[in-house]
Nanobody
Framework: QVRLVESGGAQVQPGGSLRLTCAAS????????ISWFRQAPGKEREVVSC????????IDADSVKGRFIISSDKSKDTVYLQMNNLKPEDTAVYFC???????????????WGQGTQVTVSS
């Protein structure tokens, strides 16, 4: 069974850090681009960051540049999202997704994870 499983979500104070993990089973991430999306209450799902394991390309949304770092451990079929200097507006459910490239859309995603909640609040 092909699955992506996120973990690492939690409640944290503004300015804090979290590391999210996206672990794959049933597929090798070597040939996929893995994106992190987030969806805040009442808002549309948006892409946060993407890493293409085919060529190492990384794309970050402007809202997280300089704060979030995406990385990949191919030996573990795992992708991480290090989130630093978190802000209340980062509060959302975070999803990882596998696609053929970082230039696809939500409609072209092959596999979605179930999501993990991140809450930034004092």
């Amino acid at each position: 069974q092909v699955r992506l499983v996120e973990s690492g979500g939690a409640q944290v104070q503004p300015g804090g850090s979290l590391r999210l993990t996206c672990a794959a089973s049933g597929l090798s991430l070597d040939y996929f681009a893995i994106s992190w999306f987030r969806q805040a209450p009442g808002k549309e799902r948006e892409v946060v960051s993407c890493i293409d394991n085919n060529d190492g390309e990384i794309i970050d949304a402007d809202s997280v540049k300089g704060r979030f770092i995406i990385s990949s451990d191919k030996s573990k079929d795992t992708v991480y999202l290090q989130m630093n200097n978190l802000k209340p507006e980062d509060t959302a459910v975070y999803f990882c997704a596998a696609d053929q490239s970082c230039w696809g859309t939500q409609a072209t995603v092959d596999v979605w994870g179930q999501g993990t909640q991140v809450t930034v609040s004092s």
